[in-house]
């Protein structure tokens, strides 16, 4: 594109109204819509009655797809690895051994730790049994999303992974996600999409397992399911269109930082990206090079920056961090002159990016980190996700007779004061068994 490109903020950070801070801040989704809450409260009851009679059917009315099978044929994984384009096999093996790499020594370990001498209190973290990965398919495949879901459980040990992604036409998901799956390591992959495929994965059917927590992006439908089901499977963090903020300095190319923006807004309409820059000037350059570093899905960035866009100047970094905090963004670029001094400012983020080398798309697609992260001011409470989501821990302790004595005493003290009585006879009783 060379015609330029509107952004719906610009001008100084301090200029900006009450109003247009909070509209750049509260970016979330409205997937508390009564339509498809309703919508997607009947696909998982009409899940949880029918089974698989209701996948097949909810295949043939919202896919247009007539499945023989929800499950797809081991074989027919292992064909579209083997059949998958060279160069994209390297690529999605080389982020395979990358994610592996990273999340492997990211893993919790055991830890035991004497309180007191006698008391030992232990925390093993122990794999899910089964776990659920959602991979969208429809207008588009992200075969690396598949990886980033299913690389961290298979390195946390879980032994049963599924994934579900939509049919297409011919009653399969895309063959780059069902290579992706077979590289990554999935237990099990199922022809099935949207709410009915969280519906599913959380109630278990005829064929599909239940499993102890789902993840993975998806539109609306999905991320409402998965809001529904919480309360009976664990789920990753919040997720919604996709958003960057990136905090530049004087020492920062304005086309890097429109590349960013760029390369975010492509995403969805309703992607939010935002650039706080020193001074008025580069604020000026950033919105010019936007109109000339586009070179793919221009109605789709122009809809993005135009309604969500946002390009602040800002007169000292300083007033960066706290508008950075109330942002939390999904992803943080620091375009700085000391990006590591910067990060110590960095309290809410998915994950941040340090210095000019370091574009997000490196971080979507290879450096091992993971790009299933919070949007939509999540990252406030929420963490990008990672083995932690596919453990639980088991926490024990073991008290000697000679601890147990010196206890009794101060623990019986305690439940008297809580009016257990038991407890405290029991305690007694404990500390006085030598």
């Not at 592996?100 to 232990?122: W, Y």
């Not at 011919?170 to 099935?192: E, H, K, Q, T």
């Amino acid at each position: 594109m060379s015609a330029a490109l509107s952004v719906r903020f610009t001008g100084p950070l301090e200029r900006l109204s009450s109003r247009a801070r909070r509209d750049i801040i509260d970016r979330a989704r409205a997937d508390e819509d009564v339509r498809v809450t309703a919508v997607v409260s009947g696909i998982l009851t009409r899940v949880k009655r029918e089974g698989d009679a209701a996948l097949i059917a909810l295949a043939r009315e919202l896919d247009g797809a007539a499945l023989a099978k929800l499950e797809v044929p081991r074989a027919a994984i292992e064909a579209a690895k083997t059949n998958l384009d060279p160069d994209v096999r390297r690529a999605l093996e080389r982020t395979n051994e990358n994610l592996a790499t990273v999340h492997a020594a990211m893993m919790p370990k055991l830890v035991e730790v004497e309180s007191e001498p006698g008391i030992v209190v232990g925390r093993r973290p122990d794999p899910l049994a089964a776990v659920g990965i959602y991979a969208p398919g429809g207008r588009a495949a992200y075969p690396s999303s598949v990886l980033m879901g299913v690389v961290p459980a298979r390195v946390a040990g879980v032994p049963e992974i599924a994934v579900c992604s939509p049919p297409g036409k011919n009653g399969l998901p895309s063959d780059v996600v069902l290579a992706a799956a077979a590289i990554a390591g999935a237990s099990r992959v199922f022809a099935i999409g949207g709410a009915q495929a969280i519906a599913a994965l959380a109630f278990g059917t005829e064929t599909v397992p239940r499993v102890d927590r789902i993840v993975g992006p998806g539109n609306a439908y999905v991320a409402e399911a998965k809001r529904q089901i919480a309360g009976s499977v664990g789920i990753d963090a919040p997720a919604g269109p996709s958003e960057i903020l990136v905090i530049a300095d004087e020492t920062a190319d304005p086309e890097h930082i429109a590349r960013e923006l760029a390369a975010q807004a492509e995403h969805d309409p309703e992607a939010s990206c935002v650039a706080l820059v020193l001074g008025d000037a580069l604020a000026a350059r950033v919105v010019e090079a936007l109109g000339r570093v586009v070179v793919d899905r221009g109605e789709v960035v122009a809809a993005s920056l135009g309604s969500r866009g946002a390009v602040l100047s800002i007169q000292s970094l300083d007033d960066a961090w706290p508008f950075a905090a109330d942002y939390a963004a999904e992803h943080l670029m620091l375009l700085v002159r000391e990006p590591r001094a910067a990060l110590a400012r960095v309290r809410h983020a998915g994950t941040v990016f340090l210095g000019d080398g370091s574009s997000v798309a490196f971080g979507d697609y290879m450096t091992g980190a993971n790009h299933v992260l919070p949007t939509a001011g999540a990252g406030r409470s929420f963490s990008g996700l990672s083995t932690l989501d596919f453990v639980r821990f088991t926490t024990y302790q073991t008290v000697t007779r000679e601890a147990a004595a010196r206890m009794a005493r101060d623990v019986s003290v305690l439940a008297e004061a809580e009016g257990l009585k038991n407890h405290a006879a029991a305690a007694a009783a404990f500390g006085a068994s030598r």
